[in-house]
C-alpha cells in the first residue's frame, strides 16, 4: 500500500509562512497527481490545491489563490504546499493524497483519490 508522509505543520501567527511536504514512494509518485485537502473540525474535507503528474499545471481554491503555491519535485517524490498570509481561518489538519488515475490531471474532488496522508496541523493565531 501506498505510504504519503507529511511534515511541516505548526503553530504561526497570523501573516507568517509555513510550507508543507508530503513524500510518496516513487512507484506511486511517479504516476500520481497530488492534491492538498484540509479539513475544519466537525466540517468536510475541502480542497486546496492540486498539480498535475509533471508539474506542469497547477489549480487552487479560490481562498488560498495568491497566498498559497503547490510545487513538486520529482527526484525528490515530493510535493509542497508554500502557505503564505497565513490567516486564523486557515487553521486546520492539512492532508496530501495521491490520485493514480490514467489522465494525471487531478482533481478537486476528495474521492478522486486513491491514497491519504496521516494529516498535519496547522495552526494560526491571531
Known amino acids: 500500500q501506498a505510504q504519503l508522509v507529511e511534515s511541516g505543520g505548526g503553530l504561526v501567527q497570523a501573516g507568517g509562512s509555513l510550507r508543507l511536504s508530503c513524500t510518496a514512494s516513487?512507484?506511486?509518485?511517479?504516476?500520481?497527481?497530488m492534491g492538498w485537502f484540509r479539513q475544519h473540525p466537525g466540517k468536510e474535507r475541502e480542497f486546496v490545491s492540486v498539480?498535475?503528474?509533471?508539474?506542469?499545471?497547477?489549480y487552487y481554491a479560490d481562498f488560498v489563490k495568491g497566498r498559497f503555491t503547490i510545487s513538486r519535485d520529482n527526484a525528490k517524490n515530493t510535493v509542497y504546499l508554500q502557505m503564505n498570509s497565513l490567516k486564523p481561518e486557515d487553521t486546520a489538519v492539512y492532508y496530501c493524497?495521491?490520485?493514480?488515475?490514467?489522465?494525471?490531471?487531478?482533481?478537486?474532488?476528495?474521492?478522486?483519490?486513491?491514497?491519504w496522508g496521516q494529516g498535519t496541523q496547522v495552526t494560526v493565531s491571531s
Open positions: 493524497a495521491a490520485d493514480m488515475g490514467e489522465v494525471g490531471e487531478g482533481s478537486t474532488l476528495a474521492l478522486g483519490y486513491d491514497y
Open positions: 516513487e512507484r506511486t509518485f511517479s504516476k500520481s497527481a
Open positions: 498539480i498535475n503528474r509533471s508539474g506542469s499545471n497547477t
